[in-house]
């Protein structure tokens, strides 16, 4: 019986998994993964390359084009779906170890993640059996129009290491229940989870060849399923650096792209907000995950007037926050995932510090073990135009910036290259949902924060990505739209 309650004493070793069996690496090499938290080996997966993409592919290809899945029915789709959502339940405490070991999130956290998965499973189980096209009745008595979702085919999904369960659960069970096969990458340093679902998928009885893991570093075994002309679509969740090499890869064979990149994301506070409720989920939509969240509200934007208290508020909110050992369930906020993300973050604090921005609270590393950890931080009076205002900063940093009106607070709140999510604080009604219609997100919260279900599409405006996941919308994503005309009776002739 595994003791959750501490790091393991042995690595656990994982092969690829490709058309239905477990295999190594042609190069014979391996990852070890150290759990940022524990600073100890905690899992080994095998470091693929473009020999082992190139298995991968063609076995998801022939999967596809042999209609292994595809020609299965909605139903039949949502029997595997579901029964892989029960295996996932039964499972949760092992993924969610697993989950906190390599990316190093509160277990708790990781609890709650991996049963919101397993909802997904679920909701996409009933998206198999409603996914459906039209028909045209209206073309007179000798034509009937049909249009068909036809699955898009082969799709390579990239993962990365903030929610590797999660966003593979935003994505894999609506790609299977449109019918497509699946090439998946998980990020080199959180590839476990995504290997378990493989297990389970083969559990729940999903035929070999549809659902296929190969692991290793993005810039080999992601770019060779970026390149790959037997790839029809791409679904990539990263840094919009990567998102930039997919738009020139699909240039290759034109495969589709769905993009989720980058966000800059403002909580707006007006005066007629419940201040004590917004404080709190600013504080926590800042710090949640170690602030490692592509919707993390990272830009506070608050109504002048209330501008001083409500930044003791949220300052006291954040000196409250429980970071720790992310294996104690106590613990709201773990390590920081990477070694450069710790960088990147304590880097972005000195920029700010150094150009004179007021440091309200945090600000520094905690020592906890021998783990990385940041002090929830919070800045004041940031220069216009500052890289604490514009950059995602992927950690716990949030900077202040008071407005005076709703139009400058419109302003600031689009003056940004992204547009992922957007949280509005005001008991208003007329105001709380004229910002969200004014705001440029493809995420609107109002009063509440990072508020999901697999019911509600999720994607960006602007260079925060395309496409849609989740909801009815995420399996439209991965089909393709075909049209038919039937006529009827006796064609007349063109050449007399
Ligand atoms: P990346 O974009 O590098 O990683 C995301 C995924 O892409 C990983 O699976 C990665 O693999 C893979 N990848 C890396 N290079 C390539 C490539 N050339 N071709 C195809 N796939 C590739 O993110 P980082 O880990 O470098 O994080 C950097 C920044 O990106 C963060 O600070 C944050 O701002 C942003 N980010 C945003 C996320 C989001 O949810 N929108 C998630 C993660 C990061 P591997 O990890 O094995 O290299």
């Known amino acids: 019986m595994t003791d959750y309650s501490r790091p393991?004493?042995?690595?656990?070793?994982?092969?690829?998994?490709?058309?239905?069996?477990?295999?190594?690496?042609?190069?014979?090499?391996?990852?070890?993964?150290?759990?940022?938290?524990?600073?100890?080996?905690?899992?080994?997966?095998?470091?693929?390359?473009?020999?082992?993409?190139?298995?991968?592919?063609?076995?998801?290809?022939?999967?596809?084009?042999?209609?292994r899945?595809?020609?299965?029915?909605?139903?039949?789709?949502?029997?595997?779906?579901?029964?892989?959502?029960?295996?996932?339940?039964?499972?949760?405490?092992?993924?969610?170890?697993y989950e906190t070991l390599e990316n190093g999130k509160a277990m708790a956290q990781a609890r709650g993640e991996v049963e919101g998965a397993a909802n997904i499973y679920e909701y996409a189980a009933g998206a198999a059996r409603a996914l459906h096209g039209d028909s045209f009745n209206n073309l007179g008595d000798k034509m009937l129009g049909l249009v068909t979702r036809e699955p898009i085919g082969v799709v390579g999904l990239i993962t990365p290491w903030n929610f590797p369960f999660f966003i593979?659960?935003?994505?894999v069970p609506f790609i299977l229940a449109a019918g497509c096969t699946i090439v998946c990458k998980p990020s080199e340093f959180t590839s476990a989870t995504s290997l378990m679902m493989a297990e389970i998928l083969a559990e729940a009885g999903l035929p070999d060849g549809v659902f296929n893991v190969v692991t290793g570093e993005g810039s080999t075994v992601g770019q060779a399923i970026l390149d790959h002309p037997q790839v029809d679509m791409v679904s990539f969740t990263g840094s919009t650096a990567v998102g930039r090499r997919c738009?020139?890869?699909?240039?290759?064979?034109?495969?589709?792209?769905?993009?989720?990149?980058?966000?800059?994301?403002?909580?707006?506070?007006?005066?007629?907000?419940d201040l004590e409720a917004a404080a709190d989920g600013v504080a926590f939509a800042m710090a949640f995950n170690s602030g490692q969240c592509c919707v993390s509200g990272s830009r506070l934007l608050v109504e002048r007037s209330v501008a001083a208290t409500f930044e003791a508020m949220v300052a006291a909110k954040l000196a409250r926050i429980r970071v720790g050992d992310p294996l104690d369930l106590d613990t709201q906020v773990g390590?920081?995932?990477?070694?450069?993300?710790?960088?990147q973050i304590l880097a972005a604090i000195e920029a700010g510090q150094a150009e004179g921005a007021r440091l309200v609270c945090g600000g520094k590393p905690l020592q906890i073990g021998q783990g990385a950890f940041v002090e929830p931080t919070l800045f004041a009076d940031v220069a216009a135009g500052s890289a604490l205002l514009r950059d995602e900063i992927f950690g716990p940093v949030l900077a202040v910036q008071p407005f005076d009106d709703f139009e400058e607070a419109v302003a600031i709140?689009?003056?940004?290259?992204?547009?992922?999510?957007?949280?509005?604080?005001?008991?208003?009604?007329?105001?709380?949902?004229?910002?969200?219609?004014?705001?440029?997100?493809?995420?609107?919260?109002?009063?509440?924060?990072?508020?999901?279900?697999?019911?509600?599409?999720?994607?960006?405006?602007?260079?925060?990505?395309w496409g849609r996941e989740t909801g009815i919308y995420g399996v439209e994503e991965y089909t393709q739209i075909k049209s038919m005309h039937i006529e009827f009776g006796a064609r007349v002739p063109w050449v007399g």
């Open 168 to 171: 593979l659960a935003e994505r």
């Open 335 to 343: 390590a920081i995932t990477t070694h450069a993300q710790n960088q």
């Open 247 to 273: 738009v020139s890869a699909a240039a290759g064979n034109f495969k589709k792209l769905g993009l989720e990149l980058g966000g800059k994301n403002p909580h707006i506070v007006f005066a007629s907000a």
């Open 69 to 97: 899945w595809s020609a299965r029915s909605g139903a039949e789709r949502a029997e595997i779906l579901l029964k892989a959502a029960a295996l996932i339940r039964e499972r949760r405490d092992e993924i969610a170890y």
């Open 413 to 465: 709140a689009n003056d940004t290259v992204y547009g992922l999510a957007a949280s509005i604080w005001s008991k208003d009604i007329d105001t709380a949902v004229q910002m969200g219609r004014r705001v440029q997100a493809g995420r609107v919260w109002v009063n509440c924060t990072l508020a999901g279900g697999p019911e509600l599409p999720i994607g960006g405006f602007k260079q925060s990505g």
């Open 8 to 67: 393991p004493s042995q690595i656990r070793a994982f092969d690829c998994f490709i058309d239905g069996a477990w295999q190594k690496a042609q190069s014979g090499e391996t990852v070890t993964r150290y759990s940022p938290a524990h600073a100890r080996a905690v899992s080994e997966v095998q470091r693929c390359g473009t020999a082992d993409v190139e298995r991968a592919v063609q076995a998801a290809r022939r999967a596809f084009d042999h209609r």
